[in-house]
């Protein structure tokens, strides 16, 4: 399906549902925007498929060629965006999540009335320029995952507490209950009413503050998508020290000249050591000397309940693969192991042929960091035979009891991965877990024994648990 001089190149499409008019195309080769677009000839095939697929009411949502996956995704019957990806094993989920961002982009910028009342053509296309920066970024091979996880990604500052207090007392004194402290699109602290922000603006709030250029303050009019998609906000963001904005959502007060420099430094310059602190938590998310194990090299921590995440592959950063590659077989493995063992609902017949699908096709999902070093065999073992599934007694024995019940919401739910290239001792360990509202996704390095994933995983998830 590649077109010449295309191949390797995601493209994003969004078309005016009834009218089939491309509004704006994008495009990401190796992660960064590429000029390449494809044929207006084939932008209305990909539409006119999906089309005429609604008018005999089918839903068409995915499909797959010999190099390509595309995913389909209409909104308010208004907006149709579509997805190309040619990455070999390319998940569906992942795709989805694309797409559900990306709306929720344009909504956070533009407004869901102007997406669902299209009046003038030309006037939303140029109104949409406003979202391409921060599109562009879900496109690229950014350090969050929240676009895929749908948690806000967090750090984890060393004197979190001082900083608590700082900003509940800043948020009053400014008049707005809506506050937080980002780092490099990572939320440090938060007031209780910016953590009750729904999805996506949660998530997409401080990405949107990571992607903009550096400014000391802005006034920048938004929309949010889930609590108030027609009528606008304010999204005041203040720079502390380079990298660190502090971020205040509100109404029309107060006035960005009202946050004076003598308010600012009457409560964060007493701070400024523990401010300081938190600048190298954005690729890290963990406090500095957090006893992590060696084999360790990155990890993925959720807070269902919370819709939080920690994520870093900054551990034993001078270890083969790279962080980008670290990055890619950590959200990889997440979304296999969402689509396949965690599923959060229950699926349908068609959703599991895809996970089986994608079961098949994840050996392709690991890159290669360099020729002679390939995943020709791969292992997904779930709790059930790898661990002991508590869940299924045997056959003849007597009914369970409530304690029995009870112990078992303690016990860890886990599944495991092992690259195994032809040569021993390399490749790398892939383990999830979850307990509770809690999942830990670790990446490790092939010294790790596979016995011993599960101890590593449950002591790594333990002492992570104070933190999230």
Excluded at 19 to 24: A, H, K, Q, R, T
Excluded at 64 to 81: G, P
Aim: proline share 9%; glycine share 8%; charged share 20%.
């Amino acid at each position: 399906m590649g077109e010449e001089g295309t191949e390797g190149i995601v493209h994003l499409m969004c078309l005016a549902a009834s009218s089939g008019v491309p509004l704006f195309c994008r495009s990401s080769r190796g992660g960064a925007p590429a000029r390449q677009q494809l044929p207006f000839s084939v932008i209305g095939s990909l539409n006119g498929v999906h089309m005429f697929g609604q008018n005999l009411e089918v839903q068409l949502s995915s499909a797959r060629t010999e190099d390509t996956t595309v995913v389909w995704k209409s909104f308010h019957d208004s907006i149709t965006l579509i997805v190309l990806s040619p990455e070999e094993g390319t998940s569906e989920l992942r795709l989805e999540r694309l797409l559900q961002m990306v709306f929720g982009a344009m909504v956070l910028l533009v407004g869901l009335e102007e997406l669902t009342n299209i009046r003038n053509v030309e006037r939303l296309k140029k109104e949409l320029r406003a979202s391409y920066r921060l599109i562009d970024s879900f496109l690229g091979d950014s350090e969050l995952i929240g676009d895929l996880t749908q948690c806000v990604d967090c750090v984890v500052p060393p004197e979190g507490s001082l900083l608590q207090e700082a900003l509940s007392g800043f948020a009053e004194a400014a008049g707005t209950a809506f506050v937080s402290l980002v780092v490099s699109g990572r939320v440090v602290a938060a007031t209780e009413s910016w953590w009750r922000l729904g999805m996506p603006e949660a998530v997409l709030l401080p990405w949107l503050v990571g992607s903009l250029p550096p400014q000391a303050a802005r006034d920048y009019p938004v929309y949010l998508p889930h609590g108030s998609p027609t009528v606008p906000h304010r999204l005041l963001t203040l720079t502390l020290l380079p990298g660190l904005e502090l971020c205040l959502l509100c109404g029309p007060r107060p006035p960005l000249g009202q946050l004076d420099p003598q308010l600012l430094e009457r409560w964060w310059l007493p701070l400024l050591d523990p401010l300081r602190a938190c600048l190298p938590l954005g690729p890290r998310a963990l406090p500095a000397g957090f006893p992590l194990h060696t084999d360790i090299l990155g990890l993925l921590l959720l807070h269902l309940e919370l819709k939080r995440c920690l994520f870093t592959v900054e551990p034993s950063g001078d270890k083969e693969p790279s962080p980008e590659q670290r990055r890619r077989l950590l959200r990889s493995f997440y979304t296999l192991v969402s689509a396949t063992h965690f599923p959060p609902d229950e699926k349908t017949e068609a959703q599991l042929s895809s996970s089986r699908a994608t079961i098949q096709t994840w050996a392709a999902w690991f890159p290669q960091p360099h020729a002679a070093l390939h995943c020709s065999q791969y292992r997904l073992c779930p709790s059930s035979s790898l661990w002991g599934d508590p869940q299924s007694p045997e056959p003849g024995q007597p009914e369970e009891k409530a304690e029995d019940t009870a112990h078992r919401a303690q016990v860890p739910r886990a599944c495991y991965l092992v690259s195994a290239p032809e040569e021993p001792g390399t490749g790398w360990r892939l383990v999830a877990l979850q307990l509770g509202p809690r999942q830990l996704l670790l990446l490790l390095s092939s010294q790790s024994p596979t016995h011993g994933l599960r101890v590593l995983a449950t002591h790594t998830l333990h002492a992570l648990t104070p933190l999230l």
